[in-house]
């Protein structure tokens, strides 16, 4: 794969932090499209034949009548996903993740990213579920006087890439195959609670290691974007 110049080479241990990471630095480290490439770790385990994902979006279209509220439209969703990943891994080692924060190294700090809900494999991270919320309390604590901005459907948020390298990181740590390009998820809601974005991520490991390390240039995040609605 190209190289491309690493949007973070040189930067301040507090302008690494992905809190502060602009949209040219996301363009800068993301390429749009598919990838080939399989994920070294083992495979995900298959859902059931009657997925409880699919009876969990059914209930979410009953409540959305009824619900009114953003935050209680998203407490389903947080309950609901949580519901179904635990019946998922009843007999299929698949763990669902709700405390601690996912790590991610860049210029050799470690910087937290805010997330609500993950989901493991084997130990081994798969997705992450966050929104616009979780991510405006952490910036604020670098920006006090941050105002709030309302998820869109388009923008992909520097803290949403930060959690598929962060995946990815783990992955590695938890793989007993030789580096290679590494699959992650983060789910979010849109800003009328309507929808579900679904951000894929191709993540080379080499990827991982530039940033940790502070390379000049590294290989991109090939990055998928798909929008469903309930």
Excluded at 38 to 62: A, G, M, T, W, Y
Excluded at 73 to 80: Q, W
Aim: glycine residues 4%; proline residues 7%.
């Amino acid at each position: 794969m190209h190289l491309v110049n690493n949007p973070l080479y040189k930067r301040s241990l507090e302008e690494s932090d992905p809190a502060l990471w602009s949209p040219n630095d996301v363009e800068a480290l993301v390429i749009p499209g598919l990838s080939s490439y399989q994920s070294p770790r083992r495979r995900v385990p298959d859902f059931p034949h009657r997925r409880p994902v699919e009876r969990c979006l059914e209930k979410l279209q009953i409540m959305d009548r009824h619900t009114h509220s953003e935050r209680a439209m998203f407490s389903k969703i947080f309950d609901l996903i949580e519901y179904a990943m635990q019946r998922v891994g009843r007999d299929r080692q698949v763990s669902v993740v709700n405390d601690g924060s996912p790590k991610i190294e860049v210029n050799g700090e470690s910087f937290s990213i805010p997330f609500h809900l993950g989901c493991t494999v084997n130990d081994s991270p798969i997705f992450h579920l966050i929104d616009s919320f979780a991510r405006y309390e952490e910036r604020r604590q670098l920006v006090p006087d941050l105002e709030h901005v309302a998820q869109d459907e388009v923008s992909t948020d520097g803290f949403d890439v930060a959690a598929l390298i962060a995946q990815a990181a783990n992955q590695k740590e938890w793989s007993s195959g030789p580096d290679g390009i590494y699959k992650a998820h983060v789910l979010y809601p849109t800003s009328t609670y309507k929808k579900l974005v679904l951000l894929t991520g191709w993540v080379p490991y080499k990827t991982v290691v530039a940033l940790r390390e502070g390379h000049e240039t590294l290989e991109p995040i090939t990055l998928s974007h798909h929008c469903r609605p309930y």
